[in-house]
Structure formats: C-alpha cells, structure tokens
C-alpha cells in the first residue's frame, strides 16, 4: 500500500501570512491526489483534486501543485477559518490512502 | 441540496457486530459510487471500501476482508455499512462518503461515532 506523509504534523502562521503544506507518496500517484480541510467535530471538506484543480466552491487562496511523489498545499493569505487539520488522499493505486494530517494553528 | 445523513452514535461490546447507514438526498444515489472512511480518535482517515449502488457492487480494502459488508436500499436511497467481530481498535467515527472522482470525495455524512468497550 502506497503511505503518504505530510509534513510538518503542526504548523503555526500568522493571519494574513502564506502557508505551505507538504505531502509526500511512497511511490507515484501522478496527478491523482486531493486535498480536504478538516475542522474540529466536522466531517472532511474537499479542497482540491487532481493535485491541483480546486473544488467548487474553494476560494481561489487555495492552490495545489505537484505530480509524482510530491505535492504541495498553498494557501495564500491566511483567513480565521483556515486554521484546521488538513489531508491528502492518493487515489491512483488500490486502497486508497490519506496521509495523517497536518493540523494548521494561528501564530 | 446534496446531503448524507448518517445514524446515530452506537456502543458495542467487543465482539459484536455494528451497522451504520447513510442516507442520501438531493441526488441521484444510483449515479455515484459511495465510500466509507474512519478516522480514530485524534488520528487520520482509514478508508474501508466502496459501493456501486446502482450494481450493488463493492470493494472492500484488504484489511476489513471478512469483518466487513456493504450493502444499499434503493428504495430509500440508503447505504449501510456493517462490521462485525468488534475490537477496542475499530473505536471510531466512521463516514460515508459521495466518490465524484473517481475515487476522491465531495460530500460526506457527518460521521456515526462507534464506541467499542467492555
């Protein structure tokens, strides 16, 4: 099974300020990876796929890149409510795997 | 509007059996294959497997082989997710989950918190 690992496991920003989310795969997944935001007692939301094509409704601060085995989550001016857990997900390759999470907290 | 509405929160002793359900609404719930995801207190997702609620078709991960069974209602557009021969380590909220990828998420339920004790 392919495992992800993002990095850092926390990260601290300040408001206003750009944050880079790094995730990594054990083999290639191409351009099949997504992105989701994860706020405390709430189910995932879908932030980007396709390593970089953001979902409907995702404020265009939110911005993926890579292909391969390494990928990046910008978001680039932080606003009040980025501040959450955020996952990867590869899915090019049987199961299906996420990554364990970077949480994201004000500075 | 597109929501999954998931039961309630359950309680089992170990080696019991649970089953969740997911309903859906505002959608066609036979055009989109439906996932199931857990996350652990304070830990990452673990993806279970999928359905095609059209075929009825499913694939479990390899770990859940034999512990787990997805099925559907389509009458009422309902999914439902069974594990069986319950441990402490399948505490969990566990979420079904709209596939429009294939195979990455749009929608989730708001999670069935699955608390294994003695």
């Known amino acids: 099974e392919i495992v992800m690992t993002q990095s850092p496991a926390t990260l601290s920003v300040s408001p206003g300020e750009r944050a880079t989310l790094s995730c990594r795969a054990s083999q290639s997944v191409s351009s099949n990876l997504a992105w989701y935001q994860q706020k405390p007692g709430q189910a995932p939301r879908l932030l980007i796929y396709?390593?970089?094509t953001r979902a409907t409704g995702i404020p265009a601060r939110f911005s993926g890149s890579g292909s391969g085995t390494e990928f990046t989550l910008t978001i680039s001016s932080l606003q009040s409510e980025d501040f959450a857990v955020y996952f990867c997900?590869?899915?090019?390759?049987?199961?299906?795997?996420f990554g364990q999470g970077t949480k994201l907290e004000i500075k | 509007q597109v929501h999954l509405v998931q039961s309630g929160a359950e309680v089992r002793k170990p080696g019991a059996s649970v089953k969740v359900s997911c309903r859906a609404s505002?959608?066609?719930?036979?055009?989109?294959?439906l996932h199931w995801v857990r996350q652990a207190p304070g830990q990452g997702l673990e993806w279970l497997g999928w359905m095609n609620p059209n075929s009825g078709g499913i694939n479990y991960a390899q770990k859940f082989q034999g512990r787990v069974t997805m099925t559907r209602d389509t009458s009422i557009s309902t999914a439902y997710m069974e594990l069986s021969r319950l441990r402490s380590d399948d505490t969990a909220v566990y979420y079904c989950?709209?596939?429009?990828?294939?195979?990455?998420?749009?929608?989730w339920g708001q999670g069935t918190m699955v608390t294994v004790s003695s």
């Open positions: 396709d390593a970089a």
């Open positions: 997900q590869q899915y090019n390759t049987w199961p299906y795997t």
């Open positions: 989950a709209r596939d429009v990828g294939p195979f990455y998420f749009d929608m």
């Open positions: 505002g959608y066609t719930f036979t055009g989109y294959f």
